[in-house]
């Protein structure tokens, strides 16, 4: 009778059964900081005067919003968290030239488990519930109490099902997917609550589709999105998890607040217009705005299977004069993947240009910030006003196919219908 | 505990990056962070914000999970925020430094920007004294009511490890 989520949970506070609306009290089972939010953990940290934190190897500390620092703060932040490493001997610390995107770090080098629940100082952390982990972000200050404790307290949310049935077609991705769901949710439908995505199409969605759609629970509000762990979750994770880790499922009878059904056939590629992730259109409605700049990445789209998306329209093209695109790999790892792949040669030849895994233009950081009046198509997470650079800019969200198909028009393009110059 | 201020009104949907936009993330110091608050969204929020009372529609505080959006806020001297629902990280954060935020569906269209209100933090209870009216938020629960009135759960820690 209980969801994924509940079972989670009532396996982490101990509790035989738990219902949505309780406040429990949770095992963490691995917490993440990155720069931006874990400079103030760790003052806070000294500032209430502890000594050590909880536990060292549960403690994974990512700087990837600005790497390699572009500015003497941004720098002051990476010391911090280097320092702060050295004196608590946390054992994951993945500096500049290690890892990436903290979000793909934590799944890739099997820092969470299915039936985890692991906090992040981040709101994407949500990400990780792709593996079948309850994932969530949380603020610096309660980290500061995580870090002490090991322990956290959180409501029981209620849990949408989302039933995904169908297959997608040729360049229609799992962001596509998630457009949706946000044009059907909008930006608060979710609030509280969990998102549980299932069904066959789900099955047949890589690991890396399904940390696209979990990755996005956030911008509908939701406290976490989660997949139910199968043989795909176990082949992504046989050599990354060496731990052994109980199989956690949704009972068949389990109660939901309400349920969703989508079919994949029906679905075309979408875009978040400016300036809301729920201000969602088909492509189609706004083919042909004209675009300055392009960016690839993140930890929404830059993983291995994003790029080779990205890779395959480019083959052959050339990025057009209106436009720059801007690619960005989420992960050493995944950098690696694509070059011995030929996708960095694909994007070279293409006249993108490729930069370190890091978050950069997503907010605003660096490697690609836009100017007053420009407009930039993206597979990032968010379009908010400003988000991206200049107030006076322009942010519409889309797939990695889209992005590419619009990098060679120099203006937005659904990548169904695109043909190559 | 009871606070009064003057409204300042917004819309739903206020996300953080409005609250405080990320390249501001790199100030440690929340003075500096808090003159940057609001400021794309409202160039003259820190004009008015010294002992103010926000009051916004739904879903406040959507988006990131930076505590400097709710620090940025308080630094500007809010007192307390009334929204018709708030982003959950948002709301736990708010709480975690001490700011107060109430949640409540029918004060948002009793109000005008300037109003003086008074909120009773444990009952709820919301008076605009500028047209005699009242509304009830949904009053907050024990332990968070206990976190505000601490200061926050710095605070808590430092007793718990003082």
Known sequence: MANIIEKILSRASSKKEVTPGEIIEANIDCAMINEMTGHLTIKYFHEVGAKKVWDREKIIMVPDHLIPAPSVEAAELHKIMREFAKEQKIKHFYDVGRGGIAHQIMVEKGHVKPGDVVVGADSHTCTYGAIGAFSTGIGSTEMTAVFITGRLWFKVPKVIEIKVEGNFRKFVTPKDLFLKVAKILGASGANYRGLEFKGPTVRDMSIDGRMTVCNMAIEVGAKAGIIEPDEKTLEYLRGRVRESFPIIKSDEDSEYEKSLEINANDLIPLVSCPDAVDNVKPVSDVEGIELDQVFIGSCTNGRIEDLRLAAEILKGNKVSDRTRLIIIPASQEVFLDALREGLIETFLLSGAIVANPTCGPCLGGHLGVIASGEVCLSTTNRNFIGRMGSTKSKVYLASPATAAASAIKGRITDPTSFKGD | ?162
């Open chain 2, 1 to 162: 505990m009871r606070i009064s201020g003057k409204v300042i009104k917004y819309g739903d949907d206020i996300n953080t990056d409005y609250i405080i936009p990320a390249k501001y993330l790199v100030l440690t110091d929340p003075k500096e962070l808090a003159k940057h608050a609001m400021e794309s969204l409202d160039p003259s929020f820190t004009e008015k914000s010294k002992d103010a009372i926000i009051v916004a529609g739904k879903n406040f505080g959507c988006g990131s999970s930076r505590e400097q959006a709710p620090i940025s806020l308080k630094y500007a001297g809010i007192k307390a925020i009334v929204a018709k629902s708030f982003a959950r990280i948002f709301y736990r954060n708010a709480i975690n430094i001490g700011l107060p935020v109430l949640e409540c569906e029918d004060l948002w269209d009793k109000v005008k920007d300037g109003d003086q209100l008074i909120l009773d933090l444990k009952s709820g209870k919301i008076e605009n004294l500028n047209n005699n009216t009242y509304a009830q938020a949904q009053p907050l629960p024990g332990f968070i009511l206990e976190l505000i009135e601490m200061g926050g759960l710095l605070n808590k820690l430092k007793r718990m490890i003082g």
